[in-house]
C-alpha cells in the first residue's frame, strides 16, 4: 500500500516537472534572444564567406582561361 502511494507521488511529481519545463520553453528570456541573434549573426558570416569564397574561385577560373 505504501508503495503503490510512493509511485503515484512519484509520477504525479514526473508530470508536474514535465508541465512546468513545457511552459518555461515557451517564453523567451533576454539571454535566450541575444543567443538566437548571435546564431544568426554566425550564420550569416558564414554564408558571406561561402560567396566570397566562390567569388574567388570564379575569378580564379576567369583568370586562367
Do not use: H, Y
Not at 508503495?3 to 511552459?23: H, P
Not at 535566450?32 to 580564379?60: L, N, R, Y
Amino acid at each position: 500500500m505504501k508503495n503503490s502511494m510512493m509511485r503515484r507521488f512519484g509520477m504525479a511529481f514526473v508530470i508536474a516537472m514535465m508541465a512546468g519545463g513545457l511552459a518555461a520553453c515557451e517564453e523567451e528570456g533576454p539571454a535566450e534572444q541575444a543567443g538566437e541573434e548571435m546564431d544568426q549573426a554566425v550564420e550569416d558570416a558564414g554564408e558571406s564567406m561561402e560567396d566570397m569564397g566562390e567569388e574567388m574561385e570564379e575569378s580564379a577560373e576567369e583568370a586562367t582561361n
